[in-house]
């Protein structure tokens, strides 16, 4: 089944230790999108890519990078984790008719900071 | 700048009761679009159900309806029959113009008692 599939889904890292988070399609969405989800709120868009264009909100930490090599794959490096980065990371997508204003949105990968 | 409003952090329904979730929005848009996503604890973000702005008509997926109000930038979700499996965290969330980036409301978390 066509999909958004997040790996890890769960993954812990070190105080300080870079770590990347990845995320396929095969939806062949031209948008691609990052969302943090702490526990209890709402997802927060961290950045998103239109087709190559990237566009990062302007409250996201310097912290926080993303790549995306072609349609299908984006990535989430988060170069010098804290402890306020422990959530949730959700990738989305949207782009093809007929609901091409629709969001899909992958599993999520855990992040915990130690 | 467009909000999100769901007033009502927790909701109780007792299964095969119906139960409405409010929303309301702010937008000086004439176009747009609104969701419902429904993210069951530790599980996956899924659409729930989608409404054009332009639709007078109020969208229906089996036993998820909507009370979309134009005028009054409200727009409330029904379950019907409830079941257990609508336990869950409800988000609204609307988006419009060429990014499709989503807004959302805070989130209502719904209890379904057996």
């Known amino acids: 089944d066509a999909m958004v599939i997040q790996n890890p889904r769960y993954q812990v890292t070190q105080f300080g230790k870079p770590v990347t988070l990845s995320c396929s399609q095969t939806l062949n969405h031209n948008v691609m999108y990052w969302y943090q989800q702490k526990s209890s709120q709402a997802p927060k868009l961290l950045f998103h890519y239109y087709d190559k264009d990237f566009n990062n909100e302007a409250d996201t930490p310097d912290n926080f990078q993303s790549r995306r090599p072609n349609t299908s794959f984006c990535f989430l490096d988060i170069r010098s984790p804290g402890l306020g980065d422990a959530a949730m990371y959700l990738c989305a997508t949207r782009g093809t008719a007929p609901n091409t204003d629709t969001q899909y949105f992958g599993p999520g990968t855990r992040l915990t900071v130690l | ?114």
Do not use: H
């Open chain 2, 1 to 114: 700048a467009q909000t999100v409003t769901q007033s009502q952090p927790e909701m109780s329904v007792q299964e095969a009761e119906t139960v409405t979730l409010s929303c309301t929005y702010d937008t000086s848009e004439s176009d747009y679009y609104l969701f419902w996503y429904k993210q069951p604890p530790s599980r996956q973000m899924i659409l729930v159900i989608r409404q054009e702005a332009y639709k007078q008509q109020n969208a229906t997926e089996n036993r998820f309806s909507v009370n979309f109000q134009k005028a009054a930038k409200s727009f409330s979700l029904k379950i019907s029959d409830s079941q257990l499996g609508d336990a869950a965290m409800y988000f609204c969330a609307y988006s419009w113009g060429s990014q499709g980036n989503l807004i959302f409301g805070k989130g209502t978390k719904l209890s379904v008692k057996p």
